[in-house]
Protein backbone atom coordinates (compact mmCIF):
# COMPACT_ATOMS: atom_id res chain seq x y z
CA UNK A 1 0.00 0.00 0.00
CA UNK A 2 1.79 2.99 -1.27
CA UNK A 3 1.75 6.47 1.23
CA UNK A 4 -1.40 7.86 0.43
CA UNK A 5 -3.29 4.87 0.78
CA UNK A 6 -2.31 4.29 3.92
CA UNK A 7 -2.84 7.90 5.62
CA UNK A 8 -6.37 7.70 4.18
CA UNK A 9 -7.01 3.81 5.97
CA UNK A 10 -5.54 5.62 8.97
CA UNK A 11 -7.91 8.18 8.72
CA UNK A 12 -11.34 6.19 8.02
CA UNK A 13 -9.99 4.17 11.16
CA UNK A 14 -9.53 6.72 13.23
CA UNK A 15 -12.86 8.32 12.43
CA UNK A 16 -14.48 5.18 12.97
CA UNK A 17 -13.04 4.86 16.43
CA UNK A 18 -13.89 8.65 17.02
CA UNK A 19 -17.05 7.57 16.03
CA UNK A 20 -17.39 4.76 18.25
CA UNK A 21 -16.35 6.31 21.00
CA UNK A 22 -18.38 9.06 20.80
CA UNK A 23 -21.62 6.82 20.57
CA UNK A 24 -20.54 4.76 23.81
CA UNK A 25 -20.34 8.22 25.57
CA UNK A 26 -23.60 8.95 24.77
CA UNK A 27 -25.08 6.04 25.95
CA UNK A 28 -23.33 6.28 29.10
CA UNK A 29 -23.95 10.14 29.63
CA UNK A 30 -28.00 9.01 28.92
CA UNK A 31 -27.12 6.07 32.30
CA UNK A 32 -25.80 8.85 33.97
CA UNK A 33 -28.37 10.87 33.48
CA UNK A 34 -31.59 8.60 34.30
CA UNK A 35 -29.35 7.45 37.29
CA UNK A 36 -29.65 11.30 38.34
CA UNK A 37 -33.24 11.61 37.70
CA UNK A 38 -34.07 8.45 39.97
CA UNK A 39 -31.66 9.97 42.72
CA UNK A 40 -33.28 13.56 42.53
CA UNK A 41 -36.48 12.03 42.91
CA UNK A 42 -35.40 10.40 46.24
CA UNK A 43 -34.29 13.28 47.51
CA UNK A 44 -30.48 12.64 47.15
CA UNK A 45 -29.60 15.47 45.50
CA UNK A 46 -26.01 15.47 46.08
CA UNK A 47 -25.74 12.57 44.15
CA UNK A 48 -28.08 13.63 41.84
CA UNK A 49 -25.62 16.77 41.10
CA UNK A 50 -22.84 13.88 40.52
CA UNK A 51 -24.56 11.73 38.05
CA UNK A 52 -25.63 14.75 35.85
CA UNK A 53 -22.39 16.54 36.12
CA UNK A 54 -20.72 13.32 34.28
CA UNK A 55 -23.24 13.24 32.10
CA UNK A 56 -22.93 16.76 30.68
CA UNK A 57 -19.51 15.85 30.83
CA UNK A 58 -19.74 12.87 28.29
CA UNK A 59 -21.92 14.76 26.11
CA UNK A 60 -22.44 18.01 26.71
CA UNK A 61 -25.22 18.09 23.82
CA UNK A 62 -27.26 16.06 25.47
CA UNK A 63 -30.87 17.89 26.05
CA UNK A 64 -32.06 18.25 29.28
CA UNK A 65 -29.06 17.94 31.25
CA UNK A 66 -27.00 21.20 32.11
CA UNK A 67 -31.42 21.98 32.76
CA UNK A 68 -31.60 19.00 35.43
CA UNK A 69 -27.94 19.77 36.81
CA UNK A 70 -28.85 23.43 37.60
CA UNK A 71 -32.04 22.42 39.03
CA UNK A 72 -30.39 19.42 41.40
CA UNK A 73 -28.12 22.35 42.55
CA UNK A 74 -31.09 24.94 43.11
CA UNK A 75 -32.60 22.24 45.24
CA UNK A 76 -29.65 22.51 47.11
CA UNK A 77 -29.30 26.23 48.57
CA UNK A 78 -30.68 26.95 51.73
CA UNK A 79 -32.99 29.57 51.62
CA UNK A 80 -31.91 32.65 53.51
CA UNK A 81 -28.29 31.39 54.24
CA UNK A 82 -25.71 33.82 53.41
CA UNK A 83 -22.64 31.51 54.10
CA UNK A 84 -20.09 31.35 50.82
CA UNK A 85 -20.62 28.08 50.07
CA UNK A 86 -24.26 28.32 49.51
CA UNK A 87 -23.74 31.32 48.18
CA UNK A 88 -21.66 29.75 46.03
CA UNK A 89 -23.88 27.01 45.14
CA UNK A 90 -26.29 29.51 44.32
CA UNK A 91 -23.80 31.06 41.86
CA UNK A 92 -23.19 27.84 39.79
CA UNK A 93 -27.01 26.81 39.18
CA UNK A 94 -27.05 30.46 38.43
CA UNK A 95 -24.83 30.19 35.76
CA UNK A 96 -25.63 26.85 34.40
CA UNK A 97 -29.42 28.47 33.82
CA UNK A 98 -27.85 31.33 31.83
CA UNK A 99 -25.92 28.68 29.55
CA UNK A 100 -29.38 27.14 28.93
CA UNK A 101 -31.04 30.91 27.98
CA UNK A 102 -28.00 31.44 26.03
CA UNK A 103 -29.46 28.63 23.69
CA UNK A 104 -32.98 29.28 24.49
CA UNK A 105 -33.79 32.72 25.70
CA UNK A 106 -37.65 31.64 25.73
CA UNK A 107 -36.90 29.02 28.28
CA UNK A 108 -39.62 30.15 31.25
CA UNK A 109 -38.65 27.40 33.22
CA UNK A 110 -34.61 28.54 33.48
CA UNK A 111 -36.22 31.91 33.64
CA UNK A 112 -37.88 31.28 36.97
CA UNK A 113 -35.71 28.71 38.21
CA UNK A 114 -33.12 31.56 38.15
CA UNK A 115 -35.73 34.13 39.99
CA UNK A 116 -36.36 31.44 42.51
CA UNK A 117 -32.70 31.05 43.48
CA UNK A 118 -32.42 34.95 44.03
CA UNK A 119 -35.51 35.22 46.00
CA UNK A 120 -33.98 32.18 47.67
CA UNK A 121 -30.76 34.36 48.89
CA UNK A 122 -32.83 37.25 49.45
CA UNK A 123 -31.37 39.42 46.30
CA UNK A 124 -34.74 40.73 45.79
CA UNK A 125 -34.45 43.28 42.95
CA UNK A 126 -32.59 40.36 41.02
CA UNK A 127 -35.57 37.99 41.66
CA UNK A 128 -38.09 40.82 40.61
CA UNK A 129 -35.90 41.43 37.19
CA UNK A 130 -35.93 37.92 36.17
CA UNK A 131 -39.84 37.34 37.21
CA UNK A 132 -40.43 40.50 34.83
CA UNK A 133 -38.37 38.24 32.08
CA UNK A 134 -40.99 36.23 32.45
CA UNK A 135 -43.51 37.87 32.56
CA UNK A 136 -42.14 39.48 29.16
CA UNK A 137 -42.00 35.71 27.72
CA UNK A 138 -45.59 35.25 29.16
CA UNK A 139 -47.44 37.96 30.10
CA UNK A 140 -50.60 36.17 31.97
CA UNK A 141 -48.35 33.35 34.02
CA UNK A 142 -49.79 34.23 37.49
CA UNK A 143 -46.69 33.05 39.47
CA UNK A 144 -44.37 35.83 38.39
CA UNK A 145 -46.84 38.85 39.10
CA UNK A 146 -47.60 37.50 42.41
CA UNK A 147 -44.05 37.07 43.49
CA UNK A 148 -43.27 40.17 42.22
CA UNK A 149 -46.51 41.53 44.57
CA UNK A 150 -44.62 39.67 47.47
CA UNK A 151 -41.36 41.02 47.16
CA UNK A 152 -42.78 44.57 47.04
CA UNK A 153 -44.94 43.67 50.17
CA UNK A 154 -42.38 41.84 52.27
CA UNK A 155 -39.62 45.07 51.35
CA UNK A 156 -42.57 47.63 52.43
CA UNK A 157 -43.22 45.54 55.68
CA UNK A 158 -39.64 45.67 56.62
CA UNK A 159 -39.40 49.49 56.19
CA UNK A 160 -42.14 50.05 58.04
CA UNK A 161 -40.86 48.14 60.75
CA UNK A 162 -37.51 49.53 60.71
CA UNK A 163 -39.17 53.19 60.93
CA UNK A 164 -41.26 52.83 63.66
CA UNK A 165 -38.82 50.54 66.02
CA UNK A 166 -36.92 53.86 66.96
CA UNK A 167 -40.08 55.72 68.51
CA UNK A 168 -41.32 52.26 70.27
CA UNK A 169 -44.63 51.92 67.93
CA UNK A 170 -46.46 48.95 67.17
CA UNK A 171 -47.74 48.81 63.21
CA UNK A 172 -51.59 48.63 63.68
CA UNK A 173 -51.65 47.60 59.71
CA UNK A 174 -54.47 49.97 59.28
CA UNK A 175 -52.47 53.26 58.93
CA UNK A 176 -50.18 53.50 61.91
CA UNK A 177 -52.32 57.01 62.69
CA UNK A 178 -51.05 57.13 66.07
CA UNK A 179 -46.81 57.21 64.81
CA UNK A 180 -45.16 60.61 64.46
CA UNK A 181 -45.74 62.49 61.23
CA UNK A 182 -41.93 62.62 60.38
CA UNK A 183 -41.76 58.74 60.37
CA UNK A 184 -44.95 58.47 58.75
CA UNK A 185 -43.37 60.89 55.55
CA UNK A 186 -40.89 58.48 55.91
CA UNK A 187 -42.43 55.71 55.08
CA UNK A 188 -44.84 57.03 52.68
CA UNK A 189 -41.16 57.96 50.72
CA UNK A 190 -39.99 54.24 50.89
CA UNK A 191 -42.70 52.49 50.17
CA UNK A 192 -45.17 54.51 47.95
CA UNK A 193 -43.13 53.07 44.59
CA UNK A 194 -43.93 49.50 45.90
CA UNK A 195 -47.22 49.45 46.83
CA UNK A 196 -47.82 51.13 43.45
CA UNK A 197 -46.40 48.26 42.45
CA UNK A 198 -47.14 45.43 44.47
CA UNK A 199 -50.89 46.93 43.66
CA UNK A 200 -50.29 46.56 40.00
CA UNK A 201 -48.89 42.90 39.35
CA UNK A 202 -50.91 41.15 42.33
CA UNK A 203 -54.17 42.37 40.31
CA UNK A 204 -52.99 41.16 37.35
CA UNK A 205 -51.89 37.57 39.26
CA UNK A 206 -55.98 37.84 40.51
CA UNK A 207 -57.09 38.84 36.43
CA UNK A 208 -55.14 35.88 35.09
CA UNK A 209 -56.21 33.09 37.84
CA UNK A 210 -59.40 34.64 39.20
CA UNK A 211 -59.25 31.70 41.98
CA UNK A 212 -56.01 32.92 43.17
CA UNK A 213 -56.51 33.08 47.37
CA UNK A 214 -52.65 33.30 47.85
CA UNK A 215 -52.49 36.90 46.10
CA UNK A 216 -55.42 38.15 47.59
CA UNK A 217 -54.01 37.56 50.54
CA UNK A 218 -50.95 39.81 49.66
CA UNK A 219 -53.34 42.09 48.22
CA UNK A 220 -54.96 42.50 51.95
CA UNK A 221 -51.24 42.89 52.47
CA UNK A 222 -50.27 45.53 50.19
CA UNK A 223 -53.56 47.58 51.48
CA UNK A 224 -52.65 47.75 54.81
CA UNK A 225 -49.07 49.23 53.61
CA UNK A 226 -51.34 51.59 51.59
CA UNK A 227 -52.93 53.12 54.51
CA UNK A 228 -49.29 54.43 56.02
CA UNK A 229 -48.69 55.61 52.26
CA UNK A 230 -51.80 57.43 52.75
CA UNK A 231 -51.34 59.00 55.98
CA UNK A 232 -53.09 62.55 56.85
CA UNK A 233 -56.08 61.29 54.40
CA UNK A 234 -58.12 59.62 56.82
CA UNK A 235 -60.96 58.94 54.04
CA UNK A 236 -58.17 56.92 52.04
CA UNK A 237 -56.93 55.52 54.74
CA UNK A 238 -60.25 54.22 55.61
CA UNK A 239 -61.08 52.97 52.04
CA UNK A 240 -57.77 50.94 52.04
CA UNK A 241 -58.54 49.18 55.42
CA UNK A 242 -61.76 48.40 53.87
CA UNK A 243 -60.18 47.24 50.46
CA UNK A 244 -58.00 45.05 53.09
CA UNK A 245 -60.04 43.82 54.94
CA UNK A 246 -62.90 42.46 51.51
CA UNK A 247 -59.61 41.09 50.05
CA UNK A 248 -59.12 38.46 53.26
CA UNK A 249 -62.90 37.63 53.32
CA UNK A 250 -62.34 36.72 49.60
CA UNK A 251 -59.48 34.84 50.03
CA UNK A 252 -60.90 32.90 52.90
CA UNK A 253 -64.00 32.23 50.53
CA UNK A 254 -61.79 31.18 47.26
CA UNK A 255 -59.70 29.14 49.84
CA UNK A 256 -62.72 27.56 51.24
CA UNK A 257 -64.22 26.47 47.89
CA UNK A 258 -60.64 25.49 46.53
CA UNK A 259 -60.09 23.03 49.25
CA UNK A 260 -63.41 21.81 48.63
CA UNK A 261 -63.22 21.11 44.75
CA UNK A 262 -59.65 19.35 45.53
CA UNK A 263 -60.94 17.10 48.12
CA UNK A 264 -63.92 16.40 45.43
CA UNK A 265 -61.37 15.56 42.86
CA UNK A 266 -60.34 11.85 41.68
CA UNK A 267 -57.48 12.09 44.01
CA UNK A 268 -53.95 10.73 42.76
CA UNK A 269 -50.87 12.29 41.77
CA UNK A 270 -51.30 15.82 40.00
CA UNK A 271 -49.54 18.21 38.56
CA UNK A 272 -49.45 21.96 39.26
CA UNK A 273 -49.10 24.72 37.34
CA UNK A 274 -45.55 25.11 37.70
CA UNK A 275 -44.97 21.39 36.83
CA UNK A 276 -44.09 20.62 40.43
CA UNK A 277 -45.57 16.77 40.83
CA UNK A 278 -47.87 16.75 44.11
Not at 69 to 88: F, K
Not at 245 to 250: A, C, E, I, L, V
Request: proline residues 5%.
Amino acid sequence: MNGPARTTALAVALAGMVLSMSGCNRLAARDQLNKGVEAYKSARYEEAIGHFQKATQLDPSLPMAKTYLATALAQNVVPGLDTPDNLNTAKQAISIFEEVLAKDPSDVNSLKQIAGIYFSIKKFDDAKIWQKKVLAIDPKDPEAAYTIGAIDWTLAHENTLKALAPAGVNDDGEGNVKAPKKIMEDIKTQNAPLVEEALQYLNQAVANRPNYDEAMVYLNLVYRRKADVDYGNAGAVAADVAAAKDFTSKALGIRKANEEKKNAGPGGITMDSSGNLK
